[in-house]
Every structure is written in C-alpha cells, then in structure tokens.
C-alpha cells in the first residue's frame, strides 16, 4: 500500500471506531525472515521487500499517535510460521511473495524433499482511539 | 499438501492476548482466505470482513462454521474504497493489510 494510501485507510477505519475503541495492527518485523528444517535454522530470507511497506505503515501509526489520534496501549510480538512440504514447494510459494531467497540457497532447497517451515517476527499493536 | 501459514494459531493468540472480543462489533480489513475470521467468530459478536481478493472472501465463506455465520458479514472490497459506517465498530483488525 503506498504511503498516501496508509494514512487515508487508517484515518477511515479510525472514523468507524465507537468512542475509545480498538485498531489492532499486525506488521512484520526484524530480524529477517529464516527457514528452518526439522527445528534448526537454515538460512536467513532477505525480508527487506516487506519492511519497505511495514515500516512506513508503522510510521504513520506514529505519527498519529504523535497527534493525540490514537494511543498505543501494548505490543505482542510473536513468531508466525509458514509450513511446506518441501524445499521446492517453498520457492514456488515465495515466486508471488515479497521475499527473496538468498540465490546460494536456492540448489539446496530444490533438493530438500522433508517438511521446512519459514519463521517471520510479527508485532501486534492495540491502539485506541482518542479525540 | 499446499502450504500452511501458522496452523500453531500465533497471530489469532496475539490478538486474543491484547484484546477480549466477546460480544464485540468487529471489522476486520483484509480478511483474506478467512483464517483469523473464523477464530474472531467464536467470540464476536459480529464481524464485518472484507478483502479486494474475490477468491480469497469465497474461501473464507466456505471455511466459516454454518452456526457462525450468521453474525459474520463479507464484503469483496479494498480498504481505500470499500463503504464502511463510521462509529460502529469495537474493534478494527488490521492483519498484513497496511
């Protein structure tokens, strides 16, 4: 979503709020992506492609906060997995994703035929209305 | 076997945890394939959910239980256009969609 657009759909959803209500936003965050198979970390995934249009969402979460819009009232952040088949079912998925599997890793997941799971950092933040 | 995102139920279980959405009016905006509305539906009083993927909202109809569907609404739509009421809503579940 283009920046103008984050501040125009979270300004209208802020609007359909009851007095005092919640806005509930789950972003990707850092560290980047990894892979793992059977419970050990194989490779990292560049998950720069995502941060480029999660952090400047999360800025416009800031600055209404700065402007007394919204309060942020806690975070959970938390791991979230994706789970595959295989290593070749993991770089099918990841052709309409923006994600990128470092080029040096991508033989050894094309061999990889047991199950492989991709671990992404996720932050929650409550955000109350106000004003 | 398609791939899985988090079947351990993490995001629905972060929500849960800042949250408490029973008896709530909830919107959820880009509800995708459904798999964070059918666990909000366990509580919520009602749900308005909405995607611009049309595949996506059939797929979160067919996998809403038939008992919850009554108080869950979906709508094929995009945030920036869709028509939504103002000051109706608890809750707002942004998931991904910013």
Request: glycine content about 6%; charged content about 30%.
């Given at each position: 979503?283009?920046?103008?657009?984050?501040?125009?759909?979270?300004?209208?959803?802020?609007?359909?709020?009851?007095?005092?209500?919640?806005?509930?936003?789950?972003?990707?965050?850092?560290?980047?992506?990894?892979?793992?198979?059977?419970?050990?970390?194989?490779?990292?995934?560049?998950?720069?492609?995502?941060?480029?249009?999660?952090?400047?969402?999360?800025?416009?979460?800031?600055?209404?906060?700065?402007?007394?819009?919204?309060?942020?009232?806690?975070?959970?952040?938390?791991?979230?997995?994706?789970?595959?088949?295989?290593?070749?079912?993991?770089?099918?998925?990841?052709?309409?994703?923006?994600?990128?599997?470092?080029?040096?890793?991508?033989?050894?997941?094309?061999?990889?035929?047991?199950?492989?799971?991709?671990?992404?950092?996720?932050?929650?933040?409550?955000?109350?209305?106000?004003? | 076997?398609?791939?899985?995102?988090?079947?351990?139920?993490?995001?629905?279980?972060?929500?849960?945890?800042?949250?408490?959405?029973?008896?709530?009016?909830?919107?959820?905006?880009?509800?995708?394939?459904?798999?964070?509305?059918?666990?909000?539906?366990?509580?919520?009083?009602?749900i308005l959910?909405?995607?611009?993927?049309?595949?996506?909202?059939?797929?979160?109809?067919?996998?809403?239980?038939?008992?919850?569907?009554?108080?869950v609404s979906f709508r094929?739509?995009?945030?920036?256009?869709?028509?939504?009421?103002?000051?109706?809503?608890?809750?707002?579940?942004?998931?991904?969609?910013?």
């Amino acid at each position: 979503m283009e920046r103008e657009d984050v501040v125009h759909v979270l300004r209208r959803f802020r609007d359909a709020l009851t007095a005092g209500g919640l806005m509930l936003d789950l972003q990707v965050i850092r560290p980047n992506p990894v892979v793992e198979v059977a419970g050990v970390d194989v490779c990292e995934i560049d998950g720069s492609p995502l941060f480029a249009t999660a952090d400047p969402a999360a800025a416009e979460i800031d600055a209404m906060i700065a402007s007394g819009l919204l309060v942020e009232e806690a975070r959970d952040d938390h791991d979230v997995r994706k789970h595959f088949a295989s290593g070749a079912e993991l770089l099918d998925d990841f052709e309409d994703s923006r994600r990128d599997v470092p080029p040096e890793w991508i033989p050894r997941l094309l061999e990889l035929e047991t199950r492989c799971v991709v671990r992404e950092r996720c932050r929650t933040r409550r955000l109350r209305q106000r004003g | 076997m398609a791939p899985v995102l988090d079947p351990e139920g993490a995001h629905l279980g972060s929500l849960r945890r800042l949250a408490g959405f029973d008896g709530r009016s909830v919107l959820e905006v880009g509800c995708g394939d459904g798999r964070l509305t059918a666990g909000l539906a366990e509580e919520a009083a009602s749900i308005l959910a909405f995607d611009a993927d049309a595949d996506a909202v059939a797929a979160a109809r067919a996998r809403l239980a038939a008992e919850r569907a009554a108080h869950v609404s979906f709508r094929l739509g995009s945030a920036r256009q869709i028509e939504i009421p103002r000051t109706q809503f608890d809750i707002v579940v942004f998931s991904w969609s910013l």
